[in-house]
């Protein structure tokens, strides 16, 4: 039986997923690593730190799969986007990685949106956030310029990785479109950006799609890890491009919705022509010549976790079974999970969190009630736009991450969405898209729809809207959609200094 590797290199730890050709998991194994926090707002990591991670990995399967080195036909990558990799002229790194999460690059995204705010949104379709990648090197310009004078090349961290495993420097559009760097229609680094802000045009990697071969696995490696065959390796994309594929998003009219940390809706786009303006983001898809939309909300799953570590330390997630018992609608209760501030569609760093409409007949299960809710309505935010923006119809959405590991969230779901919710079987996130794109690039499977028919694997059982509560849901939307305007003012103000 043959093999494809897929490794998926994530914030706080990188994950190998071996899968062979019936798209079935032979072998799974994670190696976890820290980042640093040297000021607030920073957020940065060793990229050797991933390094040794993907090593540890590679043993391990090279010690528990026994003919892992003979049966190996390609490996390729999932990646936290964003994060900013320098190299000097030796090709090492000079600078901690930048990572998506860092927020101190705000003065930088105002400077680009006032001098470029146009342009940027007519090459990128996006706007500037402080997660992207030409914010960080405008910071490290403007604050490290010593460093910044010794930079001769920039990638992205799954980059690293496949340069670390071939000698080779590239990307692929996916991952390259968080850069706010690429002309998504064109497929192309955006040069009139670069020279904008002096970011020189030798320091950018070549590009390829996700399955685009971008060399072979180095000769020492091989040796070092039991490999006998010739291994090529592909390009790969970014986690969230790369989760979508693993979730079968490979056509128009279904859409995802992942709860995790954060969490995430989005949608199969077969075009760049209908630009969201920045929110949601439109970003190219590991699918070739398709996109796909995503909206974020920031603090999805985060919001779950301080409830419960708030109201019911010490407490599973059973506790959550109280819910049962309230009705959809919470009892007049609502909650807006802007607990770190949010992304779509309300980009502010400074919104916090709310529970409106508290009376004395609430008790703890109408508060957990109310969170689900919350976190729900804020997904269903990007759900709008796309329907309003771009005439979407969603009939269909997969649900992934915490989200769907619940049934009456799930149920929840069906009624807040007002679609029918599907979970798969086996849920394994970006690695499987990742094991995907290594399976089309060795000739597995012609095209991503192939591949995902062998691959992707649902449950038989559907949650379908409930007319009642759909109407019920539909009225609580519309006074949730009124809280952000209603409490920034008084969060902003409470943000400040006292």
Partial sequence: MSYVLGIDLGTSSLKGLLMDKNGEVIFTYAAEYGLDTPKPGYSEQRPEF???????????????????GSRLEGISFSGQMHSLVILGEDKKPLYPAILWNDVRTTEECKTIMAEAGDLVKDL???????????????????????????????????DYLGFWMTGELWSDYSDAAGTLLL?????????????KFNIPREIFPQLTSGSGKVGELKAELRERFGITNTVPVFAGGADNACAALGAGIVKDGIGWASIGTSGVFGAFEPSAEKSYGGLPHLFNHVVDNSYYSMGVTLAAGNSLDWF???????ESYKALDEIYTVAPGSDGLIFTPYIVGERTPHPDAQIRGSFLGIDTHHERKHFARAVLEGITFSLKDSQALMERI??????KIISVGGGAKNPD?????????????????????????????????????????????????YKDYEYTPKAANVATYEKMYSIYAKAYDATKEISHELQGEF
């Fill in 50 to 68: 991933w390094i040794t991670a993907a090593e540890i990995v590679l043993t391990e399967m090279s010690l528990k799969v026994p003919d892992f």
């Fill in 409 to 457: 969230w799930l149920q929840m779901q069906a009624d807040i969405f007002n679609a029918s919710i599907v979970t798969l079987t086996v849920e394994q996130g970006p690695g499987q898209g990742a094991a995907m794109l290594a399976a089309m690039g060795a000739g597995w499977f012609a095209t991503a729809e192939d591949c995902a028919a062998t691959f992707v694997k």
């Fill in 308 to 314: 419960l570590n708030t109201f019911a330390p010490g």
């Fill in 124 to 158: 990128t379709k996006n706007i500037a956030l402080e997660g992207f990648t030409l914010p960080k090197m405008l910071w490290l310009q403007k604050n490290e310029p010593a460093v910044w004078a010794n930079v001769k090349h920039f990638m992205l961290p799954k």
């Fill in 390 to 395: 771009a005439g979407k119809k969603f009939t």
């Fill in 183 to 195: 002309d998504l229609e064109k497929s192309d680094w955006a040069w009139p950006i670069a020279d």
